[in-house]
C-alpha cells in the first residue's frame, strides 16, 4: 500500500529487531510466567506516588524472580513420565493387556499389580491413603480391612455386621465411626446419620458427609466440632467429590445436576454453583489436580469429569463452567478418576478404560479423544469402584470379587513433593507433619470458589454495609463491661486501667472508668474507716485518724 | 548578663564625659560600669577588684568548673601584675569580637565606610557600636603589631582560657566531644560558636587560614587526624601563652605610660568645635583623618558588645545553618540505603580512611607495597629472584621512532600515515585488486591444467581396461572437433575480415555466420554472468553444478570484481593533492595500464568461458531447444548412442542428454512425476533437481528398452503418479472415517464394526429415556429464572396507606396513587450476571458473608488501587511455594550485622 506521499504501509511491521537472547529470554519468562505465574501483573507506570511505584515495582520484579527460580528449578526434578506409545499405527496400546505390562516392567513394579479375591462380602469400596502407602478397603457386607499395599501387610481387619457405605472414616449404616490404624474404634459420630458418602480436606481438618437425607455437614475433626450443616433439599444424593484446588464439594444428584458447596454456604442461600450436567444421575465425578511440575507447588482444578446415568461422561471446565467435551460410555460408569498426570480412569459394568488427554491444559481447543489409552476387565467382575493410587502408577478397582490393583504406565507423578505428602516417611516424620498441619490448618471459612480472596478488599458500597448493620443492637455499655468481669482482686477494671494509663490515652471510656475506679476507691475507705469505728466503738470513734 | 539598655548607651557616656578622657582607665571603668548593665557591671567590678587575691581567685575559679588547673596556676603569679590592665583586654577582645561579627554576618552590612561614622555616631545610638569596631581598623593593627595589641590578644586568648569568663572553655570541651561523634565535618552548635569565636582573632589571620586548610584536609583525613591536629593547636596556643607570660612582666610599665599618653589625648569632632552645620566635605576629611588618629590611640574607650543574648541567638542562626548543611550531605546516603532492595550488611563496604580499614573480613593479595613483616619481604625478594613477581611489569609502550631515530609523537605519526595514505593513489589500490583477481585466474587456469591431467589418467585408465570409455570420449572429442569448426571467434581472421570488408551486408553466408557468432557471443555471456538462458534453463545450470559449477562461479565473481573495480572508478573525490598536475599525469599512465590488464583478462576469461562450453559441455548447447535453432538429427543421434552408453555407465551427462532430447514431455510430465516408490534405484549421486529428472529419463530409459513409445511413457508416469495417490490418501480416508465412526460410537476395542449398530441403538433408546422428556433441563431452567429475578434490581413499593392522606370512602383511585412510595432494591442484573450465557449453570450471586471476616474494609494506605493492594498479596512467602533462593530472599531481614569491627558509615564526599 502507498499513500499520496510516497511513504509505504506496511501492514504487519517487522518489530523483532530484537537479538537471539533477548527473545530467548522473553520466550522464558512467558513460560515461567504460564507455569509459574501469580496473576497479571499491575501497571506500575501510571502510579504518581514515587515511593509506591518503587514498591510495587520491586514487588514486579520479585513476582518475575520467583516464576523463573521456580522455572529453572524444574531441571532437579528428575523423573520423568512417559506413557505406552503404539509403534505402527496399527497398534492399539488399549490392546495391551496386564499380563503384557507386567512381563515389560521391573520386577518391584510388576509387584504392584496384583488381585485380593473376596467374593464372599460383597463388592468392595476403597481408598488409599494421601501418600499412597495404606489401603482401606470396606465391603458392603462390613468386611473392613486396612492394610500396607505394598509388602502386603495387613495392619487390621474385623468385621462389622453393618452395610459399610464409604470409607475412611467408615460411614455404616446408621453413624459414621473413626478407627485408629489398629482397628480401635474412637469416635462415633452420631450426628451424621445415614451417611452414604464421605470426603475428607485434609488442609481444613474437615470430614464431609453426606447422607441420604440430602444433608451435607462438615466435621471438623481436629475439634470435634460439627462446622456446618447444609440441607440439599434435593433427596439421596448420587455422589461427592472435592476440588482439591479449592475444597468446595461437589455433590452429584438424581436430578442430573452438580451442586458446588462450601461450609460458608447455607440451605436457604443455596449452593455456590448448580450444574446441570447429566440427564439422569449424576453417578460418579472426579476434579484434576492439575499436571505437570506446578502441581508440586499448587493444585489447580481445571477440569472436572463426570459420568451420569445416562451413559454419558462429559469434561467439564469448571473454572468457567463450560462443557469441554462429552463421550459415551457403553454402560452407566459406576466410577471415575482422574490420576496425577490427568489419566482418567471410568468404571463401568464389568470394565475399566483409562482415557488419556481427555484435556490438556494449555490447549487452546480440547481435542476428543477416539480411543482410551487401557482397558480392563470384561471378566465378569462388577466394579464398584475406581481410585488412583497417589504417586504411582498404580490404579485400584474395588468390585464384587475383591480387589484388583492394576498398573497404568503414566499415571502416577513422577517427582513428589515430600514436604507434602512423603511415601517413605518415618513414624517421627509422620508425627511430625502431623502437628505441623494441625498448625497450617485453615479455616473453614476459607473455603470459597476462589481461594485467593483472603484479604481482598471488600467491594460493598458504605450503604450496603450500614443496611446490613444491625441498628437495633444495643450499644455497648462500657460501665457494664468492665464491672461484668470485675471479680476477683486484680479486677478487670484494675487491669484495664493499669494498661490504659501507660498508653495515656483519654477518651470516654477512660474519663468512665476512672470514675468508677475513684467511687470504687472511696467505697473502699469508706469501708476501712467503718471497720475501724466500729473497732473503737462510739466513744472513741470520734478520736479515730481522719484521713 | 548585660541588659539590653546597655546597647548604645557607653558612647553617649564617652562622649557626654568627653572631657574625661584624660582620666585613667578606672575611671573609665567606672564610667562604662554607670552605663552598663548586670553584665557590664559585672565585668567592670571584675576589672575594679584590683585586690583579689589569689585565693580569692582560686575560689572563683573552681566554681566556674571547667578551667584546667594549670593554667590558672600559672596565671595566679601574674594577676596582681595584671590586675590593672585586665578590663582593657578583655573589652578589647570584645570589641574585636564585635567588629568580626559585623564581617561576618551580612545584617550588619559591611561597614567598611569607616570614613563617616564617627559623623553619624554623634546622633545615632546604633552607630556607637561601629565606633569601637573601628577603633580595631586594620591600620592600627598594622601600627600597633608589636606594641600593644599582641598583648590584648594574647591577654585574651588567656581570659578566654582561664579567666571566669565560662564560654570559651566551655564550648571547647564540648565541642571536642561533640564533634567526635558528630564526625569530622559536622559543626554542631558549640562548636560554631566556637568558630565564631576563633574568626574574631583578627591577630592570626594566618593561623586562622591554617585551620581552614587543615579542615579541608580534615574533610579528607578523616575524624581522628582533625581531632590531632586540632588538639596540636591547642598546645601550641598554651605555649605561645605561657612565652608570652614571662615576657610579659618587663614590659608592662612602658605599656602603661604608652597607653596614658595616648589616652589623654583629646578628642575632636565637629560637635566639639562647634561647627554642627558645617557641610564642607575638605573640612570633613581633615577631621576624618584627625579621628583616625584619636581612634588608633583610644583604645580604652570600646563599645559595648552586643547583648549576650543577641549574640548567642546569630551564632546559633549560624550553627544551625552550618549544622543544617552537613546534616544535608548525609542526605544521599541515607535515601540510597532506605531504598535499597537488599538488606544493609554492617560493617559497611567502604573503602575510605577510618575503621573500615581495618576490616579482617578478607586478606589482601601480598605484593611488594603490601609486604610488610619481614617473611613476606624475604618470600617477595625469593619470588622476584625466581622470576615470579607478582608485580606484573607495566608494558612498554611502542615507541616509534622516525627517520633520524628520534621518537615521534602519536599524534605526528598518525598525521604521517595520513599523508601517506593521501599518497598512495588510487590507482595504485586498484593495481593492486587487479593483480589479486589475477593470481585467482592464475590459479584457476592451473586448475583446469589439473583437471586435464586427470582425463589423462582417466584415459590411462580406461586405456588399461578400468574404465572402458574410450568411444565415448572419441564421441565427445568429434563433438567438440565440429564445434570448433563452427564456432567463429571474434578475434579470429574470419571475423576481423568479415568486419572490415563490411561483407555482412551482401553475403548471406557471412551474415549467418556473424549472427551465430553473436548469438554465442551472447548466450556465452550470459552464462558467465550466471543468467539463466532462458526460464527452463535450471537444468543447464544443473548440468553445470556437478562438473563445471564452481568453475563458473569463480568466473563470473572475477568479472564481477572487474565490474565492480570499473565502477568504483570515478566515484571517490578528489584530494587536493591528487588534483595537482603530475599527480594526475601519473594516475592516468597507471590507470591505463589497469585498463589494459582488465581487459586481459576479460579477454582470457571469455575465450576460457568458450572453451569451457565447448569443451565440456558442447552437447548441450546443441541440444538446447530454447535458442531456436534447429537441431542436428546426427547430434539427437549421436546423443541417442551416448545416452545408450549412459545407461550402461550411469553418467550424468548421459542422462543430461536424454534430459535435452525429451525435454517436452519431462517439462509437461514434471509436475506430475512427484517421488514414487520406484526411483528408489536411482543413484544419488545427482543433486536434488537432477534426481527428479533422472527419475523420468530412467524410467524412459526402461521404456526405451521396453519399447513403447515416448507418449505412452508419458501416460504412463501420469498413471503412476495418479495411482501413487490413492494408496497415499485412501488408507488415511478410511483411517478417518474409522474415526468418525468411532467418535460418535465406542471406544470398544476389538470388535468396533459389530458393536456400532447396538450402540445407536442403545443411543436412541438413552434419548427417548432421557432426552426426550427433557424434564431436568425445564426445572433447571424454572429454577434459574426463579434465581435471576431473585437477584435483579427489584422496586419495592413502601406505601403505607393511609399515610398522609385520607383513607377510606369517597377517596379517589388518583388520590390514592399519588401517594404511593416506591424504592429501588439494588441487584444484579440479568445481562451482568456470571452465568448470563451459560444455560447449565446457575452461578450464585448473594455474598455469601461467612467469607466477609477475610476481606479488608478498606484499602489500605499506601496503595491507589484494588488491584495494586490485590496484587501485592498474591505472591507468598512460605518455602512449600518458593524456591529456596526466593523464599530466603523473602525472608532476608533488612540489617544484617556480621562479625567484626562495626565502622561508622563514611563521611558522604560532597
Keep these: 500500500m502507498e499513500t499520496n506521499n510516497g511513504a509505504r504501509v506496511v501492514d504487519e511491521a517487522r518489530t523483532s529487531l530484537i537479538p537471539k537472547h533477548d527473545r530467548e529470554k522473553r520466550r522464558r519468562e512467558k513460560e515461567a510466567q504460564r507455569d509459574y505465574g501469580r496473576g497479571r501483573r499491575v501497571n506500575t507506570k501510571t502510579i504518581k506516588d514515587k515511593k509506591l511505584r518503587r514498591n510495587l515495582q520491586a514487588l514486579e520484579s520479585k513476582y518475575k524472580e520467583a516464576a523463573l527460580k521456580a522455572k529453572d528449578a524444574e531441571i532437579l526434578l528428575e523423573g520423568t513420565s512417559g506413557y505406552l506409545e503404539p509403534e505402527t499405527e496399527l497398534e492399539r496400546t488399549y490392546k495391551v493387556r496386564q499380563d503384557e505390562i507386567q512381563d515389560s516392567v521391573a520386577i518391584a513394579t510388576a509387584q504392584k499389580r496384583f488381585d485380593l479375591t473376596l467374593n464372599e462380602l460383597g463388592p468392595y469400596v476403597f481408598d488409599y491413603s494421601r501418600n499412597g502407602r495404606d489401603l482401606l478397603l470396606g465391603g458392603r457386607k462390613g468386611h473392613i480391612a486396612s492394610m500396607d499395599w505394598r509388602q502386603g501387610k495387613l495392619n487390621c481387619e474385623f468385621q462389622v455386621n453393618e452395610i459399610v457405605r464409604d470409607y475412611m472414616a467408615i460411614a455404616q449404616k446408621k453413624n459414621v465411626y473413626i478407627y485408629d490404624g489398629a482397628g480401635v474404634e474412637l469416635h462415633c459420630l452420631n450426628q451424621h446419620r445415614e451417611v452414604s458418602h464421605l470426603e475428607f480436606l485434609p488442609y481444613h481438618f474437615l470430614l464431609v458427609t453426606l447422607g441420604a437425607s440430602g444433608h451435607l455437614k462438615y466435621q471438623d475433626v481436629s475439634t470435634g466440632q460439627l462446622v456446618s450443616e447444609i440441607a440439599t433439599k434435593l433427596g439421596p444424593p448420587a455422589s461427592l467429590a472435592q476440588n482439591p484446588y479449592n475444597a468446595v464439594c461437589f455433590s452429584g444428584h438424581n436430578n442430573g445436576q452438580i451442586q458446588l458447596w462450601s461450609p460458608s454456604c447455607s440451605s436457604s442461600n443455596g449452593p455456590l454453583v448448580k450444574l446441570l450436567a447429566h440427564k439422569g444421575p449424576v453417578r460418579s465425578m472426579s476434579i484434576d489436580r492439575g499436571s505437570g511440575m506446578q502441581m508440586l507447588t499448587k493444585a489447580e482444578g481445571r477440569y472436572m469429569v463426570s459420568t451420569g446415568q445416562d451413559c454419558k461422561m462429559a469434561v467439564w471446565d469448571i473454572r468457567q463452567f463450560r462443557v469441554v467435551n462429552e463421550y459415551f460410555t457403553r454402560q452407566p460408569a459406576s466410577s471415575v478418576a482422574i490420576s496425577d498426570r490427568g489419566i482418567t480412569a471410568v468404571g463401568w459394568g464389568t470394565r475399566t478404560t483409562m482415557w488419556q488427554g481427555l484435556f490438556t491444559k494449555h490447549a487452546a481447543e480440547q481435542t476428543k479423544v477416539q480411543s482410551p489409552y487401557l482397558t480392563w476387565g470384561g471378566e465378569g467382575r462388577r466394579v464398584e469402584r475406581v481410585k488412583w493410587c497417589p504417586l504411582e502408577d498404580v490404579l485400584g478397582i474395588g468390585h464384587d470379587e475383591g480387589f484388583s490393583s492394576i498398573i497404568v504406565p503414566g499415571a502416577g507423578e513422577p517427582n513428589m513433593d515430600v514436604t507434602e505428602v512423603n511415601p517413605f516417611e518415618t513414624v517421627k516424620e509422620r508425627q511430625d507433619s502431623?502437628?505441623?498441619?494441625?498448625?497450617?490448618?485453615?479455616?473453614?471459612?476459607?473455603?470459597?470458589?476462589?481461594?485467593?480472596?483472603?484479604?481482598?478488599?471488600?467491594?460493598?458500597?458504605?450503604?450496603?454495609?450500614?443496611?446490613?448493620?444491625?441498628?437495633?443492637?444495643?450499644?455497648?455499655?462500657?460501665?457494664?463491661?468492665?464491672?461484668?468481669?470485675?471479680?476477683?482482686?486484680?479486677?478487670?477494671?484494675?487491669?484495664?486501667?493499669?494498661?490504659?494509663?501507660?498508653?495515656?490515652?483519654?477518651?470516654?471510656?477512660?474519663?468512665?472508668?476512672?470514675?468508677?475506679?475513684?467511687?470504687?476507691?472511696?467505697?473502699?475507705?469508706?469501708?476501712?474507716?467503718?471497720?475501724?469505728?466500729?473497732?473503737?466503738?462510739?466513744?472513741?470513734?470520734?478520736?479515730?485518724?481522719?484521713? | 548578663m548585660p541588659g539590653r539598655q546597655a546597647h548604645g548607651r557607653p558612647l553617649i557616656v564617652a562622649n557626654g564625659g568627653g572631657g574625661g578622657k584624660a582620666k585613667n582607665k578606672r575611671s573609665k571603668a567606672k564610667a562604662s560600669s554607670r552605663a552598663l548593665g548586670a553584665y557590664a557591671a559585672a565585668q567592670a567590678e571584675v576589672g575594679e577588684q584590683q585586690k583579689r587575691t589569689p585565693r580569692y581567685r582560686q575560689l572563683d575559679a573552681d566554681l566556674d568548673d571547667d578551667a584546667p588547673r594549670g593554667k590558672h596556676a600559672r596565671d595566679d603569679e601574674d594577676d596582681e601584675d595584671e590586675d590593672e590592665d585586665e578590663a582593657r583586654p578583655r573589652k578589647m577582645r570584645r570589641g574585636a569580637r564585635r567588629k568580626d561579627e559585623e564581617g561576618d554576618n551580612v545584617e550588619y552590612g559591611s561597614d567598611s565606610s569607616g570614613n563617616s561614622w564617627r559623623v553619624n555616631a554623634v546622633d545615632s545610638e546604633d552607630d556607637s557600636e561601629i565606633d569601637s569596631d573601628e577603633a580595631m581598623g586594620e591600620s592600627d593593627e598594622e601600627r600597633f603589631e608589636n606594641f600593644k595589641f599582641p598583648t590584648n590578644k594574647k591577654k585574651k586568648k588567656q581570659a578566654e582560657e582561664d579567666d571566669e569568663d565560662d564560654e570559651a572553655d566551655n564550648d571547647e570541651d564540648v565541642g571536642d566531644a561533640d564533634g567526635a561523634s558528630l564526625g569530622s565535618d559536622a559543626i554542631d552548635l558549640a562548636d560554631a560558636l566556637d568558630m565564631s569565636m576563633s574568626d574574631d582573632d583578627d591577630d592570626e589571620p594566618e593561623e586562622d587560614e591554617d585551620e581552614d586548610d587543615s579542615d579541608a584536609e580534615n574533610e579528607d583525613s578523616g575524624d581522628e587526624s582533625s581531632d590531632v591536629e586540632s588538639d596540636g593547636e591547642d598546645h601550641e596556643e598554651e605555649a605561645d601563652i605561657n612565652a608570652w607570660v614571662s615576657q610579659f612582666a618587663g614590659a608592662k610599665d612602658a605599656d602603661e605610660d604608652e597607653a596614658q599618653t595616648i589616652t589623654s589625648k583629646p578628642k575632636l569632632g565637629l560637635k566639639e568645635l562647634g561647627l554642627l552645620g558645617v557641610k564642607d566635605s575638605e573640612l570633613k576629611k581633615s577631621l576624618k583623618l584627625m579621628s583616625k588618629d584619636e581612634r588608633a590611640t583610644k583604645k580604652q574607650k570600646l563599645e559595648v558588645p552586643l547583648a549576650r543574648r543577641a549574640q548567642a541567638k546569630l551564632d546559633r542562626e549560624v550553627a544551625y545553618e552550618k549544622t543544617n548543611e552537613s546534616l544535608g550531605r548525609w542526605l544521599e546516603t541515607v535515601k540510597a540505603m532506605r531504598r535499597t532492595d537488599t538488606s544493609l550488611v554492617f560493617p559497611l563496604p567502604q573503602h575510605e580512611t577510618g575503621l573500615a580499614r581495618h576490616d579482617n573480613s578478607e586478606l589482601t593479595p601480598l605484593n611488594q607495597k603490601t609486604a610488610g613483616t619481614e617473611l613476606e619481604n624475604t618470600?617477595?625478594?625469593?619470588?622476584?629472584?625466581?622470576?615470579?613477581?607478582?608485580?606484573?611489569?607495566?608494558?612498554?609502550?611502542?615507541?616509534?621512532?622516525?627517520?633520524?631515530?628520534?621518537?615521534?609523537?602519536?599524534?605526528?605519526?598518525?598525521?604521517?600515515?595520513?599523508?601517506?595514505?593521501?599518497?598512495?593513489?588510487?590507482?595504485?589500490?586498484?593495481?593492486?585488486?587487479?593483480?589479486?583477481?589475477?593470481?585467482?585466474?592464475?590459479?584457476?587456469?592451473?586448475?583446469?591444467?589439473?583437471?586435464?591431467?586427470?582425463?589423462?589418467?582417466?584415459?590411462?585408465?580406461?586405456?588399461?581396461?578400468?574404465?572402458?570409455?574410450?568411444?565415448?570420449?572419441?564421441?565427445?572429442?568429434?563433438?567438440?572437433?565440429?564445434?570448433?569448426?563452427?564456432?567463429?571467434?571474434?578475434?579470429?581472421?574470419?571475423?576481423?575480415?568479415?568486419?572490415?570488408?563490411?561483407?555482412?551486408?551482401?553475403?548471406?553466408?557471412?551474415?549467418?555466420?556473424?549472427?551465430?557468432?553473436?548469438?554465442?557471443?551472447?548466450?556465452?555471456?550470459?552464462?558467465?554472468?550466471?543468467?539463466?538462458?532462458?526460464?527452463?534453463?535450471?537444468?543447464?545450470?544443473?548440468?553445470?553444478?556437478?562438473?563445471?559449477?564452481?568453475?563458473?562461479?569463480?568466473?563470473?565473481?572475477?568479472?564481477?570484481?572487474?565490474?565492480?573495480?570499473?565502477?568504483?572508478?570515478?566515484?571517490?573525490?578528489?584530494?587536493?593533492?591528487?588534483?595537482?598536475?603530475?599527480?594526475?599525469?601519473?594516475?592516468?599512465?597507471?590507470?591505463?595500464?589497469?585498463?589494459?590488464?582488465?581487459?586481459?583478462?576479460?579477454?582470457?576469461?571469455?575465450?576460457?568461458?568458450?572453451?569451457?562450453?565447448?569443451?565440456?559441455?558442447?552437447?548441450?548447447?546443441?541440444?538446447?531447444?530454447?535458442?531456436?535453432?534447429?537441431?542436428?538429427?546426427?547430434?539427437?543421434?549421436?546423443?541417442?548412442?551416448?545416452?545408450?552408453?549412459?545407461?550402461?555407465?550411469?553418467?550424468?551427462?548421459?542422462?543430461?542428454?536424454?534430459?535435452?532430447?525429451?525435454?517436452?514431455?519431462?517439462?509437461?510430465?514434471?509436475?506430475?512425476?512427484?517421488?514414487?516408490?520406484?526411483?528408489?534405484?536411482?543413484?544419488?549421486?545427482?543433486?536434488?533437481?537432477?534426481?527428479?529428472?533422472?527419475?523420468?529419463?530412467?524410467?524412459?530409459?526402461?521404456?526405451?528398452?521396453?519399447?513403447?513409445?515416448?507418449?505412452?511413457?508419458?501416460?504412463?508416469?501420469?498413471?503412476?503418479?495418479?495411482?501413487?495417490?490413492?494408496?497415499?490418501?485412501?488408507?488415511?480416508?478410511?483411517?478417518?472415517?474409522?474415526?468418525?465412526?468411532?467418535?460418535?460410537?465406542?471406544?470398544s476395542s476389538d470388535d468396533e464394526e459389530q458393536h456400532m449398530p447396538v450402540q445407536f441403538r442403545e443411543q436412541e433408546l438413552i434419548e427417548r429415556a432421557f432426552g426426550g422428556l427433557d424434564v431436568f433441563e425445564a426445572e433447571f431452567q424454572a429454577e434459574k429464572d426463579a434465581a435471576v429475578a431473585e437477584d435483579d434490581e427489584k422496586m419495592v413499593e413502601t406505601t403505607l396507606p393511609g399515610w398522609g392522606s385520607w383513607v377510606g370512602e369517597g377517596v379517589t383511585k388518583r388520590e390514592k396513587n399519588q401517594r404511593r412510595f416506591f424504592t429501588k432494591k439494588e441487584g444484579v442484573k440479568p445481562e451482568a450476571r456470571k452465568d448470563f450465557k451459560n444455560d447449565r449453570v446457575i452461578i450464585n450471586e448473594k455474598r455469601v458473608k461467612k467469607n466477609d471476616k477475610y476481606l479488608a474494609s478498606q484499602l489500605p494506605h499506601q496503595y491507589e488501587s484494588r488491584a495494586q493492594y490485590e496484587r501485592s498479596l498474591r505472591l507468598p512467602m512460605g518455602p512449600e511455594f518458593l524456591t529456596k533462593q526466593s523464599f530466603q530472599d523473602a525472608t532476608k531481614p533488612r540489617v544484617i550485622i556480621k562479625q567484626g569491627i562495626i565502622a561508622p558509615i563514611s563521611k558522604p564526599t560532597h
Design chain 1, 434 to 547: 502431623e502437628v505441623r498441619s494441625l498448625l497450617n490448618k485453615l479455616q473453614p471459612e476459607m473455603i470459597a470458589l476462589d481461594p485467593t480472596f483472603i484479604g481482598n478488599l471488600d467491594l460493598r458500597s458504605e450503604e450496603q454495609r450500614q443496611a446490613e448493620r444491625d441498628l437495633d443492637a444495643k450499644p455497648v455499655d462500657v460501665e457494664a463491661e468492665i464491672r461484668k468481669k470485675a471479680r476477683g482482686k486484680n479486677s478487670a477494671l484494675r487491669r484495664y486501667l493499669r494498661k490504659q494509663r501507660a498508653k495515656n490515652i483519654i477518651d470516654e471510656k477512660r474519663l468512665k472508668v476512672d470514675e468508677m475506679w475513684k467511687e470504687q476507691q472511696q467505697q473502699q475507705r469508706e469501708q476501712q474507716k467503718k471497720e475501724k469505728e466500729a473497732d473503737l466503738g462510739p466513744a472513741l470513734a470520734r478520736f479515730a485518724k481522719k484521713d
Design chain 2, 379 to 747: 618470600i617477595m625478594a625469593i619470588m622476584e629472584e625466581s622470576g615470579l613477581s607478582l608485580s606484573a611489569e607495566p608494558k612498554k609502550k611502542a615507541v616509534v621512532v622516525d627517520e633520524e631515530g628520534q621518537t615521534i609523537s602519536r599524534k605526528a605519526m598518525l598525521q604521517e600515515k595520513r599523508r601517506e595514505r593521501e599518497l598512495q593513489s588510487r590507482e595504485e589500490a586498484r593495481a593492486k585488486r587487479i593483480k589479486k583477481i589475477k593470481s585467482k585466474a592464475y590459479h584457476r587456469v592451473h586448475r583446469k591444467q589439473r583437471e586435464r591431467d586427470e582425463i589423462k589418467e582417466r584415459e590411462i585408465m580406461a586405456a588399461s581396461g578400468e574404465i572402458d570409455s574410450e568411444e565415448e570420449r572419441e564421441a565427445l572429442d568429434r563433438q567438440r572437433a565440429m564445434e570448433r569448426m563452427g564456432a567463429r571467434h571474434r578475434e579470429s581472421k574470419w571475423a576481423k575480415q568479415a568486419n572490415k570488408n563490411g561483407r555482412a551486408a551482401w553475403d548471406e553466408d557471412v551474415r549467418v555466420g556473424v549472427t551465430e557468432m553473436a548469438r554465442r557471443d551472447e548466450e556465452l555471456r550470459r552464462r558467465i554472468e550466471g543468467k539463466a538462458a532462458n526460464k527452463g534453463s535450471d537444468d543447464e545450470s544443473d548440468v553445470s553444478d556437478d562438473s563445471t559449477g564452481s568453475d563458473v562461479d569463480e568466473r563470473i565473481k572475477i568479472l564481477r570484481e572487474l565490474k565492480r573495480l570499473d565502477a568504483a572508478e570515478d566515484s571517490e573525490p578528489k584530494s587536493k593533492l591528487m588534483s595537482m598536475e603530475f599527480m594526475r599525469k601519473a594516475e592516468a599512465r597507471r590507470k591505463q595500464e589497469n585498463d589494459e590488464l582488465i581487459a586481459d583478462m576479460r579477454r582470457e576469461l571469455a575465450s576460457d568461458a568458450e572453451d569451457l562450453s565447448e569443451s565440456d559441455h558442447g552437447p548441450e548447447d546443441i541440444g538446447r531447444r530454447t535458442f531456436g535453432q534447429p537441431t542436428d538429427p546426427k547430434h539427437a543421434l549421436k546423443a541417442g548412442k551416448s545416452s545408450k552408453k549412459a545407461k550402461a555407465e550411469k553418467t550424468d551427462q548421459a542422462q543430461v542428454d536424454i534430459n535435452n532430447l525429451q525435454e517436452p514431455i519431462t517439462s509437461r510430465s514434471k509436475v506430475l512425476s512427484a517421488p514414487a516408490p520406484q526411483d528408489h534405484d536411482i543413484n544419488g549421486t545427482a543433486g536434488a533437481w537432477s534426481q527428479q529428472k533422472t527419475s523420468g529419463s530412467s524410467r524412459k530409459q526402461r521404456g526405451k528398452k521396453t519399447g513403447p513409445s515416448a507418449d505412452v511413457l508419458e501416460i504412463d508416469i501420469n498413471s503412476v503418479a495418479v495411482s501413487a495417490q490413492p494408496p497415499a490418501s485412501t488408507p488415511a480416508k478410511v483411517k478417518a472415517q474409522k474415526k468418525d465412526n468411532t467418535a460418535q460410537a465406542e471406544y
